[in-house]
């Protein structure tokens, strides 16, 4: 199994402009996790996914983070307009999550800088 | 609520010496209780996870933990440190009302010095 993927691995981008995080959960998983990670607060649950349907985003920070999931096999995450204090790592998850199950699978990252 | 607290930001040991990182949790139940290990400019990987099969879990690599609910303590442990240990780790604990939610330490990182 290839894991999670994540695309692109890096990105730098000019406040204003949008970003677009992509993410390929693990084959038969039914959880996907949006994460991310800054060296002031550690790892921040942005949003849940389960079966595509987004179940808790309480986490995401404002109006500015979307997050989509259109099928089994994809999700994004998007800024728009960015803001330098979006630069962090996004990490992507998932899992197949049920009654006796809950270990989540980490894609590598995204490294996000927005100048 | 839930908790974890890993009590050592910083643990540096040399090659070949036993490794302890130290994590306590809070909780009113019984968790599922987990250790990932982040590489530099890598993802998290998992190590081993805890659900109340036994209390003394194996994982990959050499390491191992022990739930000690009277101590409320899943410490991570390793008889040899290898180089490619250096790492930073992370203990997690899943949420009680929401178990998809984890809840992870502030993270230990390891050095290994040759």
């Known amino acids: 199994d290839a894991g999670v993927i994540q695309s692109p691995r890096h990105e730098v981008t000019e406040m204003g402009q949008e970003v677009t995080l992509r993410c390929k959960p693990i084959s038969g998983h039914n959880s996907l996790f949006w994460y991310r990670q800054t060296m002031m607060r550690g790892l921040e649950l942005l949003i849940y996914f389960n079966n595509n349907v987004p179940i808790d985003d309480s986490g995401m920070p404002e109006d500015r983070f979307s997050a989509k999931m259109p099928n089994a096999s994809f999700s994004t995450l998007k800024i728009q307009p960015s803001e330098p204090r979006d630069s962090a790592v996004y990490f992507c998850?998932?899992?197949?999550?049920?009654?006796?199950?809950?270990?989540?699978?980490f894609g590598p990252g995204t490294r996000l800088t927005v100048l | 609520a839930q908790s974890v607290t890993q009590l050592d930001s910083h643990v540096s040991v040399s090659e070949g010496t036993p490794v302890l990182l130290r994590c306590n949790y809070s909780?009113?139940?019984?968790?599922?209780l987990f250790w990932y290990v982040q590489h530099p400019n890598k993802g998290l990987q998992l190590l081993l996870k805890?659900?109340?099969?036994?209390?003394l879990v194996k994982g990959i690599n050499g390491f191992e933990a022990e739930f000690k609910k009277s101590e409320t303590s899943f410490h991570l442990t390793k008889p040899s440190a290898h180089m490619s240990d250096a790492a930073e780790y992370f203990c997690v604990v899943s949420g009680m009302d929401s178990s998809y939610k984890l809840i992870f330490g502030s993270g230990t990182r390891l050095l290994v010095r040759p």
């Open positions: 805890y659900t109340s099969a036994a209390t």
């Open positions: 998850a998932s899992s197949f999550f049920g009654e006796y199950t809950d270990t989540q699978y």
């Open positions: 909780s009113s139940y019984s968790p599922s």
